[in-house]
């Protein structure tokens, strides 16, 4: 009799476990269940809420298994709420140009000047698709350039050459602006048009739900979306499974894993506008957790090991003692059960 219960207990936490580890990607709504159903400790969120209560965030959302475990607002934000993402746009500006490389209408070696016939001065035709995406175009990098109208006519026929193309890793907008221009001469379509179409609908995210800032009639791929916590929460969950959402392949996977890897030798915590952990670049989260990084923390946070996607927004500086892998740690340290996951 004690052997039939134990076993037939053996059986009910298997199986629970089993189906914690089953993904589920969201409809038109999304599920919302409770920590300990996914193998995460509610007490340990808490502590991540807490954190980012006191460091000026304006929401936090944290997916395990494809499940909303927990979900926070602070302030006047709310689930409808729409915040700048900042430069976690450009990790989407990757996934448009490896799907346009994919159609054949674009590819790592072609030049500025294929597409973009008055680059100036000379030397910036000579700028590849590939090291826009890895920040070594060598392009002058105006921290003004955000603010600018003409930021594209800048960037295309104004903006020097600092250093020759693939010599230096230099963090810059300036230089990815020539990827919009580059984007829709190659393919007759704005950044924002074509990631609409080809991943945003296919994923569930409302036009409500996401914009894209344009100057001079082009996207801004540095810096162009605003959109909701639980647009980034889907993207993340898109990324986390290699580009694939409920068995359609949106993303080419090996587009994403060639993105999250080191796209060069300068600084390898760097693949093409995604972020790695190669470096260490958040201490005690898993080595294989990479991310979309905003100004200000607007950010979507992956750990495949754990299959877990954290998201954090704010339209606030962020204080003194801010360091963004506190809350990473924490998060990924409430994750009780570490296994089973999915590939």
């Not at 409809?27 to 809420?49: F, N």
């Not at 700048?84 to 994919?102: D, E, F």
């Not at 005690?284 to 905003?294: S, T």
Request: hydrophobic share 40%; charged share 20%.
């Amino acid at each position: 009799m004690l052997r039939q219960f134990v076993w037939s207990l053996l059986v009910v936490v298997l199986s629970v476990r089993g189906a914690a580890a089953q993904t589920v990607f969201p409809g038109d709504d999304w599920e919302t269940v409770t920590p300990a159903s996914q193998g995460v400790d509610a007490a340990g969120l808490e502590k991540a809420k807490a954190w980012l209560e006191s460091h000026n965030s304006k929401s936090g959302v944290v997916i395990r298994h494809g499940r909303i475990v927990a979900e926070w607002y602070f302030g006047d934000a709310n689930r409808q709420s729409k915040f700048a993402a900042y430069s976690t746009s450009k990790s989407l500006s990757s996934m448009a140009t490896g799907l346009a490389i994919a159609d054949g209408k674009l590819a790592l070696d072609h030049t500025v000047g294929k597409y973009v016939a008055d680059a100036a001065p000379a030397g910036k035709k000579s700028v590849t698709v590939k090291q826009l995406l890895s920040m070594t175009s060598g392009v002058h990098n105006d921290p003004n350039v955000p603010q600018r109208e003409d930021l594209f006519t800048y960037a295309v026929k104004m903006a020097p050459m600092d250093h020759q193309p693939g010599a230096k890793w230099d963090y810059n907008n300036t230089g990815l602006a020539l990827l919009s221009p580059v984007f829709h001469k190659a393919t007759g379509q704005q950044i924002d048009d074509f990631l609409n179409e080809r991943v945003f609908r296919p994923i569930g995210i409302r036009s409500d739900d996401l914009t894209w800032e344009r100057r001079e009639e082009l996207a801004i791929p540095y810096s162009g979306c605003h959109t909701t916590a639980r647009s980034l929460g889907r993207i993340g969950l898109l990324v986390r499974h290699h580009g694939k959402w409920n068995n359609k392949q949106i993303v080419p996977a090996a587009w994403l894993s060639e993105s999250i890897a080191a796209s060069q030798e300068l600084n390898k915590s760097y693949g093409y506008l995604w972020w790695n952990n190669t470096t260490n670049k958040w201490p005690n989260v898993p080595k294989d957790a990479f991310a979309a990084l905003g100004k200000w923390d607007n950010n979507i946070f992956v750990a495949p090991s754990l299959d877990l996607i954290v998201i954090r927004q704010s339209d606030l500086a962020p204080g003194k003692d801010h360091k963004i892998a506190e809350y990473y740690q924490l998060v990924c340290d409430a994750v009780t059960v570490k296994g089973p996951s999915v590939p």
